[in-house]
Protein backbone atom coordinates (compact mmCIF):
# COMPACT_ATOMS: atom_id res chain seq x y z
CA UNK A 1 0.00 0.00 0.00
CA UNK A 2 1.47 3.48 -0.71
CA UNK A 3 0.68 6.40 1.17
CA UNK A 4 -1.90 8.88 0.57
CA UNK A 5 -0.77 12.19 -1.07
CA UNK A 6 -1.51 15.47 0.52
CA UNK A 7 -4.16 15.95 -2.23
CA UNK A 8 -5.19 12.05 -3.07
CA UNK A 9 -8.31 11.12 -1.49
CA UNK A 10 -8.31 8.71 1.87
CA UNK A 11 -9.87 5.35 0.42
CA UNK A 12 -12.01 3.81 3.09
CA UNK A 13 -13.56 0.04 2.26
CA UNK A 14 -16.83 -0.22 4.72
CA UNK A 15 -17.19 -4.06 5.15
CA UNK A 16 -20.71 -4.00 6.41
CA UNK A 17 -23.74 -6.82 5.05
CA UNK A 18 -26.60 -3.92 5.60
CA UNK A 19 -27.14 -1.94 2.75
CA UNK A 20 -29.13 1.29 4.45
CA UNK A 21 -26.10 1.61 6.61
CA UNK A 22 -23.59 1.86 3.82
CA UNK A 23 -25.95 4.68 2.35
CA UNK A 24 -25.87 6.29 5.61
CA UNK A 25 -22.35 6.09 5.62
CA UNK A 26 -21.83 7.26 2.40
CA UNK A 27 -23.97 10.75 3.02
CA UNK A 28 -21.89 11.13 5.79
CA UNK A 29 -18.97 11.45 4.30
CA UNK A 30 -20.00 12.91 1.79
CA UNK A 31 -20.86 16.15 4.21
CA UNK A 32 -17.64 16.27 5.70
CA UNK A 33 -15.63 19.58 4.51
CA UNK A 34 -12.36 19.57 2.91
CA UNK A 35 -11.57 16.20 3.48
CA UNK A 36 -11.47 13.83 0.43
CA UNK A 37 -12.56 10.36 0.67
CA UNK A 38 -13.43 7.42 -1.52
CA UNK A 39 -15.74 4.99 -0.01
CA UNK A 40 -15.91 1.53 -1.21
CA UNK A 41 -18.45 -0.70 0.26
CA UNK A 42 -18.52 -4.71 0.53
CA UNK A 43 -21.19 -6.44 2.09
CA UNK A 44 -20.02 -9.88 2.97
CA UNK A 45 -17.37 -11.36 5.00
CA UNK A 46 -15.24 -13.08 2.64
CA UNK A 47 -15.49 -9.99 0.31
CA UNK A 48 -14.04 -7.88 3.20
CA UNK A 49 -11.30 -10.60 3.86
CA UNK A 50 -9.82 -10.47 0.08
CA UNK A 51 -10.94 -6.74 0.27
CA UNK A 52 -8.07 -6.82 3.36
CA UNK A 53 -5.61 -9.18 1.61
CA UNK A 54 -5.04 -6.54 -1.10
CA UNK A 55 -4.19 -4.23 0.92
CA UNK A 56 -5.08 -1.45 -1.17
CA UNK A 57 -7.18 1.05 1.24
CA UNK A 58 -6.07 3.54 3.80
CA UNK A 59 -8.69 2.78 6.45
CA UNK A 60 -11.22 -0.39 7.24
CA UNK A 61 -14.41 0.09 8.75
CA UNK A 62 -15.78 -3.38 10.01
CA UNK A 63 -19.29 -4.08 11.40
CA UNK A 64 -19.77 -5.96 14.39
CA UNK A 65 -22.79 -8.31 12.41
CA UNK A 66 -21.39 -9.82 9.52
CA UNK A 67 -24.18 -12.66 8.68
CA UNK A 68 -23.32 -15.76 10.69
CA UNK A 69 -19.94 -14.51 11.34
CA UNK A 70 -18.92 -11.19 13.03
CA UNK A 71 -16.55 -8.53 13.01
CA UNK A 72 -14.09 -9.87 15.20
CA UNK A 73 -13.57 -12.84 13.76
CA UNK A 74 -12.63 -11.27 10.21
CA UNK A 75 -10.25 -9.04 12.25
CA UNK A 76 -8.49 -11.71 14.06
CA UNK A 77 -8.58 -13.09 10.23
CA UNK A 78 -7.28 -10.24 8.98
CA UNK A 79 -4.13 -9.48 11.39
CA UNK A 80 -2.81 -12.52 10.07
CA UNK A 81 -2.32 -10.80 6.86
CA UNK A 82 -0.91 -8.12 8.40
CA UNK A 83 -2.20 -5.42 6.69
CA UNK A 84 -0.73 -1.72 6.90
CA UNK A 85 -4.13 0.13 7.43
CA UNK A 86 -5.84 0.30 10.69
CA UNK A 87 -9.07 -1.19 11.16
CA UNK A 88 -12.24 0.07 12.80
CA UNK A 89 -14.70 -2.22 14.76
CA UNK A 90 -18.50 -0.65 14.37
CA UNK A 91 -21.57 -1.84 16.72
CA UNK A 92 -24.57 0.08 17.01
CA UNK A 93 -28.07 -1.12 18.53
CA UNK A 94 -31.56 -1.37 17.14
Known amino acids: MNPPHD ?3 VRVLLIDDDR ?3 VITKDLF ?3 PDHPFQ ?3 VSD ?3 GLEAIRT ?3 DVYLVDYRLGPR ?3 QLLN ?3 ELSPLAPMILLTGQG
Open 45 to 47: YDA
Open 7 to 9: DAP
Open 39 to 41: LEW
Open 55 to 57: DSH
Open 20 to 22: DDY
Open 30 to 32: QDL
Open 77 to 79: EAR
Open 70 to 72: DGL
